[in-house]
């Protein structure tokens, strides 16, 4: 980095024409580099900087078209063009960027190119709906538990369900000494030997649907997520991926579950 903040202080710039100013961790995922969350958890680490100076306080005002920001003491890009995937995730692959123990992960199934990452997670052994993109603002609208978008999953499990055990499910199930919010739950279709479930939440606790089921003394055989909010996965083949349209992007970004 190389300047001191007596050589040059972190805030004087002259903020542009109008004098705008936004939030560093905003700023940093406007120009794709992470989640606002994601991008806190840099700027605490130390690997943020503005105009040649680590800057580790959060909530830092920066000017993004005249301060030069940086991550590791790379210049972050002042122009993205942004990139929305939906991608229907098959069993076996981790909702990750990379994996240490060379899993395969969502990112195997989708174009090389500009850096786009997965916004929240579904297990290696679940399948469906998962979006990627490079806006972090983005990102945060769909992952962020204040936003309480619904999920909605198609659930196997052996046998039949049983009416208390519905009942159960959409009451809320205490599992870990935490009792979940109450789900949306249907009974797609039973033979006697396999049973479909619609489970529709809005919390995001890991691997909830299983564990709920599991409190239960269900086994789940497959887990699939079909919906977030407004986004159906529809028709799209597994492993497959698509661009979001621009009507779609609208309606995740300016409307919540």
Known sequence: MGVSPEDKPLLETDGGENGRKERLHKVLAQAGVESRRAAEEMILAGRVGVNGV???????????DHDVITVDGRPIPRRVKRIYLVLNKPPGYITSVGDPENRPTVMDLVPHGPRIYPV????????GLILLTNDGEFANVIAHPRYAWEKEYHVSIP??????DLRALREGVDIDGYRTHPAQVRVLSSDGKTTW????IHEGRNRQIRRMLHALGYRVERLMRVRIGPLWLGSL?????RALTPAEVRKLKGTSG
Request: glycine residues 12%; hydrophobic residues 30%.
């Open 159 to 164: 046998g039949t369900l049983k009416e208390p």
């Open 237 to 241: 083949a597994r492993g497959a991926y």
């Open 120 to 127: 929240g997670r579904l297990d290696a052994n679940s399948e």
């Open 54 to 64: 680590v800057c580790t306080t959060l909530g830092t005002k920066v000017d993004p």
């Open 197 to 200: 479930l619609s489970m529709t």
